[in-house]
């Protein structure tokens, strides 16, 4: 197993490089290693966390084949064969930033039980969240919210999209800017995903709960 020794602007820079081949081979080369190596890491910490098992997921972007991918990540599930149909982990990043996500996206056949179990602990969840981390509704896009500029009313439409919507997702966690000096400091980022999964295990735990609710 790679160490993960930091993270440098070169890194960032992959995202820049034009044509899927180039930006896979760099992305290969020089990230995927490190993102592997953070959530291998973090591996035992979770399963110990969760009480479930965590396999390592590193994204392949294998059905690309035009656009080169502007995001990458790894993935802590409790499957190996697969993530995303469950509740999981990604550590990850885009060319402005790095995330550290708790994650329900549009696979996960639970998204509407879960959505239903948020909705019970609408005003928990939302105090329990500290106003800092952010809110997304597409893996896809780079954009979020912070929880603390989410209105009660905001957060419920949220949550209602998630329950109604096909393709609708709901991610939280943390987004470090690239220029960030606690991304080249290994062990202190480390420390802040900790830091971050402990956080969030509290979502995990309620997807957990929609997920046995009709077993």
Not at 13 to 38: C, H, Q, W, Y
Not at 81 to 88: E, F, I, Q, S
Not at 137 to 146: E, F, G, N
Request: net charge negative; charged share 25%; glycine share 4%.
């Amino acid at each position: 197993m790679s160490q993960f020794n930091g993270f440098s602007q070169q890194d960032f820079d992959v995202f820049s490089i034009p044509g899927l081949e180039n930006r896979m081979e760099a992305l290969k080369t020089n990230v995927s290693p490190k993102l592997e190596a953070i959530a291998e890491h973090l591996a035992p910490i979770v399963t110990a966390k969760t009480g479930d098992e965590m396999f390592v997921h590193v994204a392949k972007h294998a059905r690309r084949t035009t656009n080169p991918p502007n995001d990458t990540w790894a993935a802590l599930a409790s499957e190996k064969r697969g993530y995303k149909k469950l509740p999981h982990f990604q550590i990850g990043m885009w060319e402005t930033h790095v995330f550290i996500w708790f994650a329900v996206i549009y696979e996960s056949p639970i998204k509407e039980r879960f959505a239903q179990t948020l909705h019970q602990h609408l005003n928990e969840v939302k105090s329990h969240v500290p106003s800092h981390y952010v809110w997304s509704k597409d893996h896809t896009k780079a954009a979020s919210i912070p929880n603390g500029d989410l209105s009660q009313e905001e957060f419920k439409q949220l949550v209602n999209r998630l329950e109604n919507v096909k393709k609708a997702e709901l991610l939280c966690g943390v987004n470090l800017d690239r220029h960030d000096v606690l991304l080249e400091d290994p062990q202190a980022f480390l420390q802040k995903c900790e830091e971050t999964i402990n956080t969030l295990a509290y979502l995990y735990e309620l997807a957990k709960e929609a997920s046995h609710s009709d077993n």
